[in-house]
């Protein structure tokens, strides 16, 4: 069974920020595109931002110029850096490879405005 685990997440002000970190299998890492998530009340999950295994980004356009997604090739993890939060980013945040299905355990990020 694969496993993501995820760290990072937890309580801010608005404007603040904070590092969700997903590692992955390394069997996973270098052949899989691997994302954050977010799933709120919506019936599902709703893709964050994304990194190919060469590096190439994808970012919902409502988290452009705020989240930063990276590769961290010698550890086998994907970082998510999220400045200047709103309180709209509360959410259970979820490190996924969507194609085949794998999925962290999520972790609450809570804005306070």
């Known amino acids: 069974q694969v496993q993501l685990v995820e760290s990072g997440g937890g309580l801010v002000q608005a404007g603040g920020s904070l590092r969700l970190s997903c590692a992955a299998p390394?069997?996973?890492?270098?052949?899989?595109?691997i994302g954050w998530y977010r799933q709120g009340p919506r019936p599902q999950r709703e893709l964050v931002a994304s990194?190919?295994?060469?590096?190439?980004?994808t970012y919902a356009d409502s988290v452009k110029g705020r989240f930063t997604i990276s590769r961290d090739n010698a550890k086998n993890m994907v970082n998510l850096q999220m400045n200047s939060l709103k309180a709209e980013d509360t959410d259970v945040y979820y490190c996924?490879?969507?194609?085949?299905?794998?999925w962290g355990q999520g972790m609450q990020v809570t804005v306070s405005s």
């Open positions: 390394i069997s996973i890492f270098v052949i899989a595109t």
């Open positions: 996924g490879v969507e194609r085949y299905g794998y």
């Open positions: 990194i190919t295994r060469d590096g190439a980004t």
